[in-house]
Each structure stands twice: as C-alpha cells, then as structure tokens.
C-alpha cells in the first residue's frame, strides 16, 4: 500500500502565517501596508462622510466585491484584504469626518487602534490566568484604578472600588440591574424605576432577568426631576406598582441619548436615601466628564450611586467596545462568582491562580481593556481633559453659530456635546426628508430626537478635531437641502 504524502500535482503552498509568536512582525508588516492603502483608497472613493446612493447602492458594491463569498480556491492574503477593506472603507460611516455627527459612535484615536492591534494579534482570552496572565493583571489594575477616579481614591482599611470591563453600555446596564437583584434577592422582587429619558436598555434588561415591568417616570423637561421620582418612590413602596412594596433600583442618567442632559444626580441620591432605594448611574455618555476639572461639577453626586455605567468608545475616544461597569466596594461584585473546573479549579484559585470567570457573564472575551491603558498613559489626565474640553467647546460653538442664524431654531444650549436644532420654516415630515437626502448624497450624517413634540436634527460631536468651518460647512449644506 502506498501512503502519499503530498497532493498529486505537485508541492502543498505553504500554511498561511499565523500573528503571534516571534514571527508576528514579519508576518504583519506587509499585510499592514496593504490595509493600510485599502483604507486610503477606500476613503477617497467615498469621499465624505457616508457613500453616497443608499442601502440599495452600497450593497451592490459590496455583492460586486465579494462575488463568491467562499471560493474553491483562495485569492490569497493581500487581494482579499486589499478588496474587502476597500469596499469597507468606501461604504463605511466615518466618525472621523467632522460632518458625520448623528450618534454616540465616535472616532478611535490611532493610538488606542495600534493597541487594539496588539490585542488582536495576541489574541488572549481573559476567563482563565493561563490565557492570558499579563493582560488579567492589566486589567485588575486599570478597572480599579478607573474605578477610583469615579468614586474617590479610598482611604486605607475602606472598601476598594472595581470595575468590570463590558461590551458597552447595555452590558454594563443589565450588570448593574442583575447585581442589584442579587442583592436583595431574599427582600422579593425588584422594582426598577426610571425616567422616559433613560436608555431602552434599562427596560430591556428588566424584561431580560424577569424582573417585574420596569416603572417609567415621565420626564418632559428632558431630565428626572426629584418631584416625580419622590412621588413615584412613595407609591412603590405603598405597593402601588405592584403586588407589595420591595426592594427598589432607580437608574439615573449621565448623559441621555437624545440630547446629552444629565439628572440632577445629588438630589435624586437623597430621596434613594431616604426611600431606601438603589441608585444606578448609566454614565455611558457624560461618564468621561469626571477626568475634566471644567465639567466635573456637572457629575456632582455621581458617586453615591451603587453602580455606574461608562462608556469609553463615546467621549473616550477607544475602538469599540470599551465599556464599564464601576461599583463603590468590590466585594458588590460577589454574586457573579462562578466556577467551572477546567478554568477555575478551587485548588489552582486557592495556590494564587487568578480568578477571572466571575469578572464577566461571557467566558471567551478579548482584552479590551489594553487599549483603554495604552490611552490613559500616551495622554495622561490633562491629555484627555483637552480632548474633552476641546469638544464641548465644539458643540457650544456649532449651539451659537445656529442660534446667531435666521433660518435655525435651536432647542437647548448643549450640557456635554449634543446639540438638537431645526430649519424654520419646516415640519416633522420636512426635517425627517432632509436628513434621508443628506444620506442618500453621502454628504452629512446628522441624527433625530423628539423633544417637546417635535422632531429635531441632532449634532452628537464627538470628534475633537471639528473645526468652526466644519460647523459652518454643515449649516451651509442643511440650507441647501432643506425641504420647505
């Protein structure tokens, strides 16, 4: 019997490269080159903010370069990548374009990109130390440490704040609610109250962990106002809400999605206090704003809450994703203890091995947290307070430039760097079809927002490098396609 050993026509090609080990560099290099110039064409045939033509436009092109998605045979490392990057980077969304402003969807910084390589490249995975023992004492360090700068550096002997690193901030949210049902688990069901101005996650993770229907407060001024949540308060624990007074959650809001306004987080704390309710910050947005001492005050109370939610692919600048769930006392974190023999044994938890599984409810996840570090430290406190000055001061400019113009209303001064205008004369239907023109154009992104019942055009500005004649560009192009 004759055993072959290579194909007949001839030698196998080789194994393709692999990223790690001590060859990575060499491997990566020229794949890099090659990303890199499909980037740059990619962008150049966009050529602005968004591709213009639509969905049905965009996934033509798309179809045309994929062709068939998985071939008999192999195109090789730089066509595919030097094609799909391309078609990615000419049909992307780009949060780096000063004209793309509709979301909390923000440009990375090159730095925390090169990091995010790294991690990639590496590619540990943090459920157990022997997967990744540098990045896990990275991560340990890094969460406490941002941890702390949200709730005070703790005095010898108190209680450390932690934080566990998320996908974003409905990860983080439903974290939040789940520890809080834990911990009052043998008290009987909790009840989370909010207001109409919290993120959908918050009723969504309700409904995700059983819990009974979360409470909406009304909220038409845009933020919770303490009357409403007091009497709100007084009738869940009379049983108003539901079958008997139980243990209470009210999430608060740090920055709100449609435009950026922030609870008066220190008045709500007291009643908490006094109703003998949890506080839960969903901080994603407006979170950053602690490491600025011009816009810190705006946090004032935040650190009485039992749980925060932050987000750092919002106004931190990181790749997605970069979330975070902070408590005051990590011991907080307890009930989400779990073992699995395979990644910690109690004999290996016991000889020192680092326990990471009770770190998060998913298993594998990469280490998200290295870009976050590599940024903290290539820009330091001031670094990052610039950058976060630098845009609000973006969004106070754009709020004075359409308040100054006859043929804007603007709804608000911005609170962080949100800010909701309109074209006048217009209606509901007229704004709605000039923000689909500008995108079927590919010439602006700008979001919507329904504010004291009716529809505004929202700027979310969250690139620093926005200039005053980028915000004028903007008005100057909404002129031209306004419909009246």
């Given at each position: 019997m004759?055993?072959?050993?290579t194909?007949?026509?001839?030698t196998?090609?080789?194994?393709p490269p692999?990223?790690?080990?001590?060859g990575?560099?060499?491997?990566?290099?020229?794949?890099l080159?090659?990303?890199?110039?499909?980037?740059?064409?990619?962008?150049?045939?966009?050529?602005?903010?968004?591709?213009?033509?639509?969905?049905d436009?965009?996934?033509?092109?798309?179809?045309?370069?994929?062709?068939?998605?998985?071939?008999?045979?192999?195109h090789?490392d730089?066509?595919a990548?030097r094609?799909?990057?391309?078609v990615?980077?000419?049909?992307?969304?780009?949060?780096a374009?000063?004209?793309?402003?509709?979301h909390?969807h923000?440009?990375?910084l090159?730095?925390a990109?090169?990091?995010?390589?790294a991690?990639?490249?590496?590619?540990?995975?943090?459920?157990?130390?022997d997967?990744?023992?540098?990045?896990?004492?990275?991560?340990?360090?890094?969460?406490?440490?941002?941890a702390?700068?949200?709730y005070?550096?703790?005095?010898?002997?108190?209680?450390h704040?932690?934080?566990?690193?998320?996908t974003?901030?409905?990860?983080?949210?439903?974290?939040?609610?789940?520890?809080?049902?834990?911990r009052?688990?043998?008290?009987?069901?909790?009840?989370v109250?909010?207001?109409?101005?919290?993120?959908?996650?918050?009723?969504?993770?309700?409904?995700?962990?059983?819990?009974?229907a979360?409470?909406?407060?009304?909220?038409?001024?845009g933020t919770?106002?303490?009357?409403d949540?007091?009497?709100?308060?007084t009738?869940?624990?009379?049983g108003?809400?539901?079958?008997g007074?139980?243990?209470?959650?009210?999430?608060?809001t740090?920055?709100?999605?449609?435009?950026?306004?922030i609870?008066?987080?220190?008045?709500?704390?007291?009643?908490?206090?006094?109703h003998?309710?949890?506080?839960?910050?969903?901080?994603?947005y407006?979170?950053?704003?602690?490491?600025?001492?011009?816009?810190?005050?705006?946090?004032?109370?935040?650190?009485?809450?039992?749980s925060?939610?932050?987000?750092?692919?919002?106004?931190?600048?990181?790749?997605?994703?970069?979330?975070?769930?902070?408590?005051?006392?990590?011991?907080?974190?307890?009930?989400?203890?779990?073992?699995?023999?395979?990644?910690?044994?109690?004999?290996d938890?016991?000889?020192?091995?680092?326990?990471?599984?009770?770190r998060s409810?998913?298993?594998t996840?990469?280490?998200?947290?290295?870009k976050?570090?590599?940024?903290?430290?290539?820009?330091?406190?001031?670094?990052?307070?610039?950058?976060?000055?630098g845009?609000?001061?973006?969004?106070q400019?754009?709020?004075?430039?359409?308040?100054?113009h006859p043929?804007f209303?603007?709804?608000?001064?911005?609170?962080?760097?949100?800010?909701?205008f309109?074209?006048?004369?217009?209606?509901d239907?007229a704004?709605?079809a000039?923000?689909?023109?500008?995108?079927?154009?590919?010439?602006?992104?700008l979001?919507r927002?329904?504010?004291?019942?009716?529809?505004?055009?929202?700027?979310?500005?969250?690139?620093p490098?926005?200039?005053?004649?980028?915000?004028a560009?903007?008005?100057?192009?909404l002129?031209?396609?306004?419909?009246r």
């Amino acid at each position: 019997m004759t055993i072959r050993t290579t194909p007949p026509h001839g030698t196998p090609p080789p194994l393709p490269p692999l990223a790690g080990g001590s060859g990575a560099a060499e491997a990566l290099r020229p794949l890099l080159d090659t990303v890199l110039g499909a980037l740059a064409t990619g962008a150049a045939a966009r050529g602005g903010p968004l591709p213009a033509g639509g969905p049905d436009a965009v996934t033509a092109r798309v179809r045309a370069a994929l062709g068939d998605v998985l071939p008999a045979h192999g195109h090789g490392d730089h066509e595919a990548l030097r094609t799909l990057v391309h078609v990615l980077a000419a049909g992307a969304a780009d949060p780096a374009d000063p004209l793309c402003a509709a979301h909390l969807h923000g440009p990375p910084l090159a730095v925390a990109v090169a990091a995010d390589l790294a991690a990639s490249a590496l590619n540990p995975s943090l459920d157990s130390w022997d997967q990744a023992p540098a990045a896990s004492a990275i991560e340990a360090l890094v969460t406490r440490a941002l941890a702390a700068e949200l709730y005070g550096t703790p005095h010898p002997g108190a209680p450390h704040p932690d934080a566990l690193v998320t996908t974003g901030g409905t990860e983080a949210n439903q974290l939040a609610l789940l520890l809080a049902r834990e911990r009052h688990r043998a008290a009987g069901p909790l009840t989370v109250l909010h207001g109409a101005n919290a993120h959908h996650s918050v009723p969504r993770a309700a409904w995700l962990l059983g819990l009974p229907a979360a409470i909406e407060i009304p909220t038409p001024t845009g933020t919770l106002h303490p009357a409403d949540l007091d009497a709100a308060l007084t009738l869940a624990r009379r049983g108003g809400h539901g079958p008997g007074p139980g243990p209470l959650l009210v999430t608060a809001t740090a920055g709100t999605t449609d435009a950026g306004l922030i609870d008066p987080l220190d008045a709500l704390a007291d009643l908490c206090a006094r109703h003998g309710a949890d506080l839960h910050v969903d901080a994603a947005y407006g979170g950053t704003l602690a490491l600025s001492p011009r816009h810190r005050h705006l946090l004032s109370g935040l650190d009485r809450a039992r749980s925060i939610t932050l987000d750092l692919h919002k106004l931190g600048w990181q790749p997605v994703a970069a979330g975070l769930l902070a408590v005051p006392d990590s011991a907080l974190l307890a009930p989400l203890a779990h073992q699995a023999d395979y990644l910690n044994a109690t004999d290996d938890t016991e000889a020192g091995l680092p326990d990471l599984l009770g770190r998060s409810l998913r298993t594998t996840r990469r280490p998200d947290v290295l870009k976050i570090a590599v940024t903290l430290r290539a820009l330091g406190r001031d670094g990052l307070a610039r950058l976060i000055d630098g845009t609000c001061a973006a969004a106070q400019q754009l709020a004075r430039l359409i308040d100054a113009h006859p043929g804007f209303e603007l709804h608000a001064p911005p609170t962080i760097s949100t800010v909701l205008f309109r074209p006048v004369p217009t209606d509901d239907a007229a704004l709605a079809a000039t923000r689909r023109t500008l995108l079927q154009g590919g010439r602006a992104v700008l979001g919507r927002a329904t504010a004291d019942g009716r529809l505004w055009l929202k700027a979310t500005l969250l690139n620093p490098h926005t200039t005053t004649g980028d915000l004028a560009t903007l008005l100057t192009l909404l002129e031209g396609s306004t419909h009246r």
